[in-house]
């Protein structure tokens, strides 16, 4: 894309005068406009063009799920096979995901039959089901494939921003060996360790910490990323407490009592 400084959000037009995008940015190493140009695609956008002419704003579907894109080690410790597709880490509660049955831990790998490719393009294509309309979501729930069909929300800043919904609140990884070597843990050591705790979260308000071990869910004791979110989501599903390793000692947490809609 031929673009100029001031130019972003201006149309990209062919040859033919067709408008086949919409200007972003630049990348100058001189400061002026020679360089490499950037635009969004104007198929990215159509929809987006189509409700603000008809609306006056644009707005985006939601599903309720915060979104991971995980490595092939992550998918063997869930289980899930070689998919690619995308971790829905955590679920906000009272969100289309958790009324529709998806739950933490759900490794996402297709939208209405198509497959997903990653999180990104999972994100833009949720985004463009408005708000009220049905998608059947295809999930890998360990090794067992599941069909979901869930009403979509409008996403808004205040809903997407409010941590607090966030269920569990953070991410639980694999004690790989170099996690393992990291946190200086014996060989005896079990479970799946604590990390991006969300503030104000379920778990923050169970103190967790990144870093923290968890080594069972409700007396469950789970030793892999699939035996934890397992866990959480059936013997979880009233409250919820944890068996928790750190600094050689293993405490449980306090009781987080859902209310789940």
Same mark, same amino acid.
């Given at each position: 894309?031929?673009?100029?400084?001031?130019?972003?959000?201006?149309?990209?037009v062919?040859?033919y005068?067709?408008?086949v995008?919409i200007n972003?940015?630049?990348?100058?190493?001189?400061?002026? %406009?020679?360089?490499?140009?950037?635009?969004?695609?104007?198929n990215?956008?159509k929809?987006a063009?189509?409700?603000?002419?008809?609306?006056? *704003?644009?707005?985006?579907?939601?599903?309720?799920v915060s979104?991971l894109?995980?490595?092939q080690d992550?998918?063997d410790?869930?289980?899930?096979?070689?998919? &690619?597709?995308?971790?829905?880490a955590?679920?906000?509660m009272?969100?289309p995901a958790?009324?529709?049955g998806?739950?933490?831990?759900?490794?996402?790998?297709a939208l209405?039959?198509?497959?997903v *490719?990653? =999180?990104?393009?999972?994100?833009? &294509?949720v985004?463009?089901?408005p708000a009220?309309q049905?998608?059947?979501?295809?999930?890998m729930?360990g090794s067992?494939?599941i069909?979901?069909?869930?009403?979509?929300d409008?996403? !808004?800043d205040?809903?997407v921003?409010?941590?607090?919904?966030q269920?569990?609140g953070?991410v639980?990884?694999p004690?790989?060996?170099s996690?393992?070597?990291?946190?200086k843990l014996d060989?005896?050591?079990k479970?799946v360790?604590v990390s %991006?705790?969300?503030e104000?979260?379920?778990a923050?308000a169970?103190?967790?910490?990144?870093?923290?071990v968890? !080594?069972?869910?409700?007396?469950?004791k789970?030793s892999t =990323?699939e035996?934890?979110y397992?866990?959480?989501n059936?013997?979880g599903?009233t409250e919820?407490?944890?068996? =928790?390793?750190? &600094?050689?000692?293993?405490?449980?947490?306090g009781?987080?009592?859902l209310?789940?809609k």
């Open positions: 894309a031929a673009i100029n400084q001031g130019n972003s959000g201006g149309p990209l062919n040859i005068g067709e408008v995008g972003t940015w630049i990348a100058s190493q001189s400061g002026g %406009s020679q360089g490499l140009g950037f635009s969004i695609p104007i990215n956008i929809t063009i189509d409700q603000f002419i008809s609306k006056g *704003k644009i707005s985006y579907g939601w599903l309720g979104l894109g995980v490595n992550y998918k410790a869930l289980g899930v096979g070689k998919h &690619d597709g995308a971790l829905a955590e679920v906000f009272d969100s958790m009324k529709g998806l739950q933490a831990g759900d490794y996402i790998i209405n039959g198509n497959d *490719k990653d =999180v990104n393009q999972l994100v833009r &294509d985004g463009n089901i009220g049905t998608a059947k979501i295809t999930v729930r067992s494939k069909d979901l069909t869930i009403k979509m409008e996403r !808004t205040d809903i921003g409010d941590s607090s919904k269920w569990p953070f639980a990884t004690l790989s060996d996690a393992r070597k990291q946190l060989s005896n050591v479970g360790v %991006s705790v969300q104000k979260s379920p923050a169970l103190r967790l910490q990144n870093g923290d968890i !080594t069972a869910v409700n007396d469950v789970v =990323v035996e934890f397992a866990a959480l059936t013997v599903k919820v407490w944890f068996d =928790v390793y750190s &600094d050689g000692h293993t405490i449980s947490t009781r987080y009592k209310n789940r």
